[in-house]
């Protein structure tokens, strides 16, 4: 117990100080959740994980965790981890407004930043951020569930549902 909790605090500090190297600009959006964020990627239970840095708060917001389930082969999920926390640490900083996209395939499902609402992953601006394994709803995984909880969702009879329309989960700023 002892040694958990010290791991535990070396883990939290040592993202700390890697995300004041990353310094975030205010932000004038009025739905953004705070005015400085940092995205960083550390481990959680053994797993990949990005979470939302603010200063002056304690606790560190998961926001997506990297299952190896989720992963298209020859993927890492640390590299995949920290990838997406730098494209959205850009876009948080350019202030922005920016909006998820899905765009199904036979490999994969492809989620990427888009300018307008209503706009696809082969929009003229659109910004790839990852892709996934096609059994997963990409929806789920931005809403940091769980991979088994996320097999079951938009699935009704062995039919995969994918909305058409532009994704928002609650913890984007936007």
């Not at 932000?27 to 705070?34: D, E, F, G, P, V």
């Not at 603010?54 to 020859?74: A, D, F, M, Q, R």
């Not at 997963?136 to 549902?161: H, K, M, W």
């Amino acid at each position: 117990m002892f040694w958990k909790t010290i791991s535990t605090t070396f883990t939290i500090s040592a993202i700390a100080f890697g995300a004041t190297s990353l310094p975030a600009t205010e932000s004038y959006s009025q739905n953004a959740l705070a005015s400085d964020m940092t995205f960083v990627c550390s481990s959680q239970n053994g797993v990949p994980t990005m979470f939302a840095y603010t200063p002056g708060k304690v606790n560190l917001t998961p926001l997506i965790t990297w299952h190896p389930e989720y992963l298209v082969s020859n993927q890492s999920a640390a590299q995949v981890c920290q990838q997406v926390a730098t494209k959205l640490q850009t876009q948080f900083q350019q202030q922005q407004q920016k909006y998820f996209a899905i765009q199904k395939t036979d490999t994969s499902n492809l989620v990427c930043l888009v300018a307008k609402e209503n706009d696809n992953c082969n929009a003229k601006n659109s910004e790839e951020l990852f892709s996934i394994n096609p059994n997963y709803d990409p929806t789920c995984i931005l809403d940091n569930r769980q991979p088994l909880e996320c097999v079951a969702i938009g699935r009704t009879r062995g039919v995969f549902s994918m909305p058409d329309t532009s994704y928002e989960p609650t913890w984007w700023p936007w």
